[in-house]
């Protein structure tokens, strides 16, 4: 979107990239799925160890050894343990599983991604969108003066006797038909500048979107190309699609 080089477009999609809930959701998906893959991985490759202590004191008397006589004697006990265990991965088993969770952290990753490119590509259309339909308002205002100050004449020849009552009903007729266009623009218009608050993380109409115009976006010079090939590797939703054939190819191994 850089190569429009719009000040306000690129301000606009960095707030919606830091304000968007949608990518907020995804990347605590992404962290949900690396933590759990940091946990089983912690006990599969490394043992595990348990160490405990404990102090009893005690008190026996010369009775518990069928002396009576004898005095009591009075002492503490100690116990201290360690317990080290470490599982055997002979058959791979949880190696495989290990494989199946980094498999779901990286379907994760490109989902974020996904989610991304989507976010950003969907405000660029939007914005060029209602640029558009600024300007269709505009030139459709236009055009209904225009036909507003022909009318006048037209009106104005058909009093003088210049011109017929039919000429002044085809006028009026061509200026109503003009001017009833407007709402369906004015309503796009609206729409679109709904869709642009909700991918900047903001309620419908609540504001704070800069206004688009056609003349405020320069067309880029040099349009990036690439071959179809190098296309499908860089699009996150078919790698993403490899991740989950990856992730249930480990689980059944």
Same mark, same amino acid.
């Given at each position: 979107?850089?190569?429009?080089?719009?000040?306000?477009?690129? +301000? !606009?999609?960095?707030?919606?990239?830091?304000? /968007?809930? #949608? %990518?907020?959701?995804?990347?605590?998906?992404? *962290? =949900?799925? $690396?933590?759990?893959?940091?946990?089983?991985?912690?006990?599969?490759?490394?043992?595990?160890?348990?160490?405990?202590?404990?102090?009893?004191?005690?008190?026996?008397?010369?009775?518990?050894?069928?002396?009576?006589?004898?005095?009591?004697?009075?002492? +503490? !006990?100690?116990?201290?343990?360690?317990?080290? /265990?470490? #599982? %055997?991965?002979?058959?791979?088993?949880?190696? *495989? =599983?290990? $494989?199946?969770?980094?498999?779901?952290?990286?379907?994760?990753?490109?989902?974020?991604?996904?989610?991304?490119?989507?976010?950003?590509?969907?405000?660029?259309?939007?914005?060029?969108?209602?640029?558009?339909?600024?300007?269709?308002?505009?030139?459709?205002?236009?055009?209904?003066?225009?036909?507003?100050?022909?009318?006048? %004449?037209?009106?104005?020849?058909?009093?003088?006797?210049?011109?017929?009552?039919?000429?002044?009903?085809?006028?009026?007729?061509?200026?109503?038909?003009?001017?009833?266009?407007?709402?369906?623009?004015?309503?796009?218009?609206?729409?679109?500048?709904?869709?642009?608050?909700?991918?900047?993380?903001?309620?419908?109409?609540?504001?704070?979107?800069?206004?688009?115009?056609?003349?405020?976006?320069?067309?880029?010079?040099?349009?990036?190309?690439?071959?179809?090939?190098?296309?499908?590797?860089?699009?996150?939703?078919?790698?993403?699609?490899?991740?989950?054939?990856?992730?249930?190819?480990?689980?059944?191994?």
């Amino acid at each position: 979107w850089t190569l429009f080089r719009s000040e306000a477009l690129d +301000t !606009l999609i960095r707030k919606a990239l830091a304000d /968007s809930p #949608t %990518l907020a959701a995804a990347e605590a998906r992404l *962290r =949900e799925a $690396e933590e759990n893959l940091r946990a089983r991985g912690g006990t599969v490759f490394f043992p595990s160890a348990d160490a405990g202590f404990s102090a009893n004191r005690q008190r026996t008397t010369g009775a518990s050894y069928g002396q009576p006589a004898a005095g009591a004697n009075t002492f +503490t !006990l100690h116990n201290a343990s360690v317990s080290v /265990s470490y #599982t %055997l991965d002979i058959f791979g088993g949880n190696r *495989r =599983e290990l $494989e199946a969770l980094r498999a779901e952290a990286e379907y994760q990753r490109f989902q974020l991604e996904a989610a991304h490119l989507a976010l950003t590509s969907n405000i660029v259309t939007s914005a060029v969108m209602e640029a558009s339909l600024r300007a269709q308002v505009q030139a459709t205002r236009d055009i209904a003066e225009m036909l507003r100050k022909q009318l006048d %004449l037209v009106e104005i020849k058909f009093r003088l006797g210049g011109a017929s009552l039919p000429d002044v009903l085809a006028q009026r007729s061509l200026l109503a038909e003009t001017l009833a266009t407007l709402p369906s623009l004015e309503k796009d218009l609206a729409k679109i500048r709904h869709q642009l608050s909700v991918y900047a993380g903001r309620f419908p109409g609540e504001g704070g979107v800069p206004e688009f115009r056609l003349e405020s976006l320069d067309l880029p010079v040099d349009v990036p190309v690439s071959v179809p090939s190098a296309l499908v590797r860089q699009r996150p939703d078919i790698r993403a699609a490899e991740e989950l054939v990856h992730a249930a190819c480990a689980q059944i191994g």
